[in-house]
């Protein structure tokens, strides 16, 4: 091992600020909206950028920097930048890359938000998206066309938990010099590194696991230094900026991310199991259970499962229904990635205005469940999903 490279979890809670005069152990807060210069020559330097320095929290801020120095060094990011939310990261990132009459193509099992932004905002700026279907990679290329600049997906998909091979999608990007995008919100980088595969830019949505506790928002673009690059200057004059306070959070978060997901991984297989042996559950999909479609694509770049649990209830939409209601300790929201475990029924919530066949384009069936696996003791998640299935 190269004597500066660290293992993962000794990189996380060591990649830290340089200490103050005050020789704090933990990094502290740097709660300021700008910073002083020492005098003019110093101020004109910074604002051309011959000096690397912080000048505007908008633009940075030690805390952000910490927050995206540890990003990178766990994807194997040149560069990145960190933003106040998951969908101000998807909505930069492509806003900075993309010119009018530019072409996407993306899985169509995308975040409902992201798909919003692919259908009813991009397309004021002429810019269009071709879906195709991620059980089906072989059709990849058929949809690329000569204006095509950017090729994207997500891995695992929400809400359905498929898998998509990453390396494909790499080697498809070479070949038709496209930028290679992927969202790795569900895996986090503990799991799964997507630029080890191809991918130009990685996107989270730290809300998620990398918070862990549901606690603030946030996000982040890691990758190539020439496409941060342009990121950076479309979000510093636009101001999708993660505040300091949050970036804190975040990064402390990191330091427990790898025991954490450890536990959560644990945690999902075993319920994963369990829904698997039920009478009412039709099928269940977890990426490490070998019944999965692609269980042999996950095992190949995924260190674990995750903790994202999709299963169909026998019954349907009402039995999806029923099932929530009779949910006693299991939180019923639309996040996940937290300590506590939380269930969701897309097809009576989250993506209820879409019709049936828009539904199983992307895998929603009417009975389809999606759990995210808390840290509590896998005997009472079991034991409440049981008692609301039953």
Request: glycine share 6%; hydrophobic share 40%; proline share 4%.
């Amino acid at each position: 091992m190269n004597e500066d490279k660290k293992n993962f979890e000794t990189e996380a809670i060591r990649t830290q600020l340089e200490r103050t005069d005050f020789l704090e152990h933990s990094t502290p807060l740097y709660l300021t909206s700008s910073f002083v210069f020492e005098d003019a020559e110093d101020m004109r330097a910074s604002f051309t950028e011959e000096k690397e320095r912080n000048i505007y929290s908008r633009f940075s801020n030690p805390n952000t920097s910490e927050f995206v120095e540890k990003i990178c060094k766990m994807e194997g990011a040149e560069s990145g930048y960190a933003f106040a939310t998951g969908m101000a990261a998807v909505f930069s990132t492509f806003a900075a890359l993309l010119n009018s009459g530019d072409h996407i193509v993306s899985a169509r099992s995308v975040f409902g938000s992201t798909h919003t932004l692919f259908t009813n905002y991009f397309p004021k700026w002429n810019i269009s998206t071709s879906y195709f279907n991620i059980n089906e990679p072989e059709t990849i290329e058929s949809f690329i066309t000569p204006n095509t600049k950017i090729l994207y997906a997500e891995s695992p998909t929400n809400p359905a938990i498929d898998i998509i091979d990453l390396d494909l999608l790499g080697s498809i990007a070479k070949k038709h010099n496209l930028i290679l995008i992927i969202d790795n919100c569900f895996a986090t980088p503990y799991l799964q590194q997507p630029i080890k595969f191809g991918a130009h830019l990685v996107i989270h949505s730290a809300t998620k696991l990398i918070d862990g506790q549901g606690r603030v928002l946030g996000g982040v673009t890691v990758g190539k230094a020439d496409l941060i690059r342009d990121i950076y200057l479309f979000s510093r004059n636009t101001g999708p900026a993660l505040s300091p306070f949050n970036a804190w959070v975040l990064s402390k978060s990191l330091e427990t991310l790898s025991v954490r997901v450890d536990k959560h991984c644990e945690n999902a297989l075993k319920v994963a199991e369990f829904l698997e042996s039920h009478t009412k559950v039709n099928w269940v999909k977890y990426p490490f259970l070998k019944s999965h479609p692609q269980y042999e694509v996950a095992k190949k770049q995924m260190k674990l499962g995750g903790n994202i649990v999709a299963f169909e209830i026998k019954g349907g939409i009402e039995a999806g229904r029923k099932f929530l209601n009779a949910i006693k300790m299991c939180s019923l929201s639309a996040n996940l990635g937290d300590t506590r475990s939380i269930v969701i029924h897309p097809a009576s919530t989250t993506h209820n205005k879409l019709s049936e066949e828009d539904r199983l384009q992307v895998s929603i069936t009417d009975g389809l469940v999606r759990i995210s696996v808390g840290l509590e003791h896998v005997e009472d998640i079991i034991s409440d999903l049981k008692q609301a299935l039953n």
